[in-house]
């Protein structure tokens, strides 16, 4: 199942990784976080719907981080930001009724410094004043938790993007030790939701569920896909599973 070992360069590893930000209303917070990630050698910064882009004030708090600014892409929607990646991880504050993997900064840079080896791995922020939703946290395959003082737990949107991006460029850097890798390429988020999808329609033919009442059964399909790190050959498997069973049932 594994192939043979590469080496490679672990700076170049930091090109795999992308920085999402979600509705960010402050353009300062932008240029701050665009000065962050070039300390650490990461240069790929992906907007989704930020209020005010480009800006002065950006560009000002960006000091010489300039250049990431002119090559951030802006998206509508958090789906189209990530459906390149093969591993996405968001920040979360608060718990969820159906639990989902929660990780330490250290621990989701390590999961980076796994995966960036092969694969393209964003790592989503949301909105300064209530993070990410319940339907964005759902399109991720991990969550990742900054265990603040409770007395004042929140924190500028740079700074958190500055703990995590630190973590990253010190995990990449120290798994610097040949690595197996996976004999097929990882589903991206995009190949990964249609097979949810495709699932999902399924299970409304065979009238798996209540469709008026699913409960938590979505979710918890859901997540297990995102948590499983599904290939694109399994992927396939599953989509013409479904497809056979389809066929048999017209």
């Known amino acids: 199942m594994f192939m043979a070992k590469k080496k490679v360069n672990p700076l170049k590893l ?8 979600v509705g960010t209303t402050h353009p300062g917070n932008i240029g701050a976080t665009a000065r962050a990630m070039k300390n650490m050698g990461i240069l790929n910064l992906a907007l989704v719907n930020p ?4 800006s002065d004030e950006a560009i000002y708090r960006s000091k010489s981080a300039k250049d990431v600014l002119e090559k951030a892409k802006v998206y509508k929607n958090l789906h ?11 920040t979360s504050a608060r718990g969820r009724k159906v639990p989902w ?3 330490s900064p250290k621990e989701s840079a390590n999961e980076v410094a796994i995966h960036s080896l092969n694969n393209k791995v964003a790592i989503v922020f949301g909105r300064e004043d209530r993070g990410l939703t319940n339907t964005e946290l759902g399109l991720c395959n991990l969550h990742v938790h900054i265990p603040s003082d409770p007395e004042y737990s929140s924190l500028n949107l740079s700074q958190a993007v ?5 973590e990253i460029r010190v995990a990449i850097i120290e798994d610097h030790k040949d690595q197996d890798y996976w004999d097929v390429e990882l589903a991206t988020n995009e ?3 249609h097979l949810i999808n495709h699932m999902d329609e399924l299970m409304k033919e065979i009238e798996f569920y209540d469709i008026e009442n699913p409960r938590k059964l979505l979710l918890r399909v859901r997540r297990f896909f995102k948590r499983s790190g599904i290939d694109v050959m399994e992927t396939n498997i599953f989509r013409g599973l479904f ?6 049932l017209k």
């Open 243 to 248: 497809a056979a069973i389809q066929k048999k």
């Open 162 to 166: 500055q703990i995590l991006v630190y």
């Open 101 to 103: 993997p929660v990780l």
């Open 14 to 21: 930091l090109s795999s990784v992308k920085v999402v930000l």
């Open 51 to 54: 209020k005010e882009f480009p």
């Open 80 to 90: 189209d930001a990530v459906s390149d990646c093969e591993l996405v991880i968001g």
């Open 191 to 193: 190949q990964t939701e």
